[in-house]
């Protein structure tokens, strides 16, 4: 993390707004990076926990696009607005944009992901599933679509905790409520469908 926290004025502002709009669970709000230690605060930002549409939300500003994802851990200490739906699900799938070196480490071996058959959607994501009922809503070209709708993110995950969409902060006013209402709503009509029989 950038220790001059350059997110720090427009994340408060947002904070105070999803106040507003959608009351805060956990008002002491944790800090997004869970390591112990007492300079924490100077480098990380607080989590909002809310409610949204019946869905526990959370919402934070990381230097990983996903807990556990390391593709682009330590890229100049980047920061990443995440939200997040928590439910359980049974899936484990993470979908990110293909880029140029997921290619070429696919054609000399070194990666593999799962192709749903649907070339544009293959080219334009890279994809991790590691179960077949994860290979199986990936395919689906309902669910296809809606990953589309998210676009544009850097990780887009459902996982047991629920489901995760990460982008890249490079502008404040992608830390506002006009910004990211819209994603969460799309957010959450896929929670819908993926939680669904």
């Known amino acids: 993390m950038n220790l001059e926290k350059p997110w720090a004025k427009p994340y408060q502002s947002l904070l105070v707004d999803l106040d507003r709009t959608w009351p805060a669970v956990n008002p002491t709000r944790r800090l997004s990076y869970q390591k112990v230690d007492p300079f924490m605060a100077l480098y990380t930002y607080r989590v909002f ?59 000399i071996g070194l990666d593999w992901e799962f ?40 990780v887009l995950g459902i996982s047991p905790t629920g489901l995760f969409w990460s982008r890249h902060i490079s502008d404040k006013s992608q830390l506002t409520i006009s910004a990211i209402e819209p994603v969460l709503g799309r957010l959450h009509q896929m929670l819908q469908y993926v939680s669904g029989p």
Do not use: C, H, W
């Open 115 to 154: 192709q749903t058959g649907n070339q544009e959607f293959d080219k334009e994501f890279f994809i991790a599933a590691r179960t077949d009922r994860g290979k199986r809503l990936l395919v689906d070209p309902t669910f296809q679509s809606s990953v589309k709708g998210l676009s544009p993110f850097t």
């Open 49 to 107: 926990e809310g409610d949204f549409g019946g869905e526990r939300l959370e919402v934070d500003i990381s230097e990983f696009p996903d807990p556990g994802y390391t593709f682009l851990e330590g890229a100049d200490n980047v920061e990443y607005l995440r939200l997040q739906l928590r439910q359980k699900l049974p899936y484990d799938i993470k979908i990110r944009r293909e880029v140029m070196i997921d290619r070429i480490r696919k054609a």
